[in-house]
């Protein structure tokens, strides 16, 4: 593993503790999106396809690992609570109590499919957790939700890099321009909900 391109510490973590330590490297990505998981999973798969790892064991453990990371966020959202998000919301410019109160509404109805499927969406593969929690989503139902959408997640990423051998540093490259496709449309919607605040008659004001 040492001539990938992966960050030391995920290889390092990988041949010191094996399957675990690709879990403990998926649990870190999701507390912190900026850590690759198209870098880790296709990973795991290369080492599990050389024998350096069990692959039945990689699977399992990088949807531990997931599973942890999401219940870490479920409890902040949980902790941080709807009457603490108002108030931050009501200091954040051209928000209203009003979105908070559609987006709730939104949640409430469409909340299983966002967990389950933003598992499959990166950054919000970890931030769908937050709102779960603040929300107080069943945790029985979060965490099913949770634990399906990551293994169709992770085992997808893992046999890539099982299957591709020595090229599974490709598989990044796919998700990568995915990634910036799901960003670019997240970026266009804030503009457009920024476009329509300022420009709209009386969008600047609030309400309480």
């Known amino acids: ?24 490297a998926i649990a870190l990505e999701n507390l912190f999106p900026p850590i690759p998981s198209e870098v880790i999973l296709p990973l795991a798969g290369f080492t599990a396809a050389t024998g350096q790892m069990n692959l039945v064991a990689v699977l399992i453990w990088t949807t531990i690992g997931s599973v942890v990371g999401a219940v870490a966020l479920y409890w ?3 902790l941080l609570g709807r009457d603490r998000t108002v108030a931050i919301a009501a200091k954040i410019p051209l928000l209203k109590v009003a979105d908070i109160e559609k987006t709730e509404a939104w949640f ?5 499919k966002a967990v389950f499927f933003g598992r499959m ?15 107080r989503m069943p945790l029985p139902i979060f965490l099913g ?11 997808l990423f893992v046999m890539a890099g ?9 598989v990044t490259e796919y998700v990568s321009v995915y990634s910036k496709v799901v960003l670019a449309v997240a970026a266009l919607a804030v503009l457009i909900f920024l476009g329509v605040r300022v420009f709209r008659p009386g969008g600047g004001q609030r309400r309480g």
């Open 121 to 135: 969406l990166p950054i919000f593969r970890s931030l769908i957790s937050v709102p779960a929690g603040i929300e």
């Open 108 to 112: 409430n109805k469409h909340g299983t």
């Open 76 to 78: 902040v959202g949980a």
């Open 162 to 170: 099982y299957l591709l051998g020595d090229n599974w540093e490709t």
């Open 1 to 24: 593993m040492s001539d990938s391109s992966a960050p030391q510490w995920i290889t390092g973590l990988m041949e010191s503790l094996g399957a675990p330590g690709a879990g403990i």
């Open 145 to 155: 939700l949770t634990t399906l959408g990551s293994a169709i997640w992770n085992t």
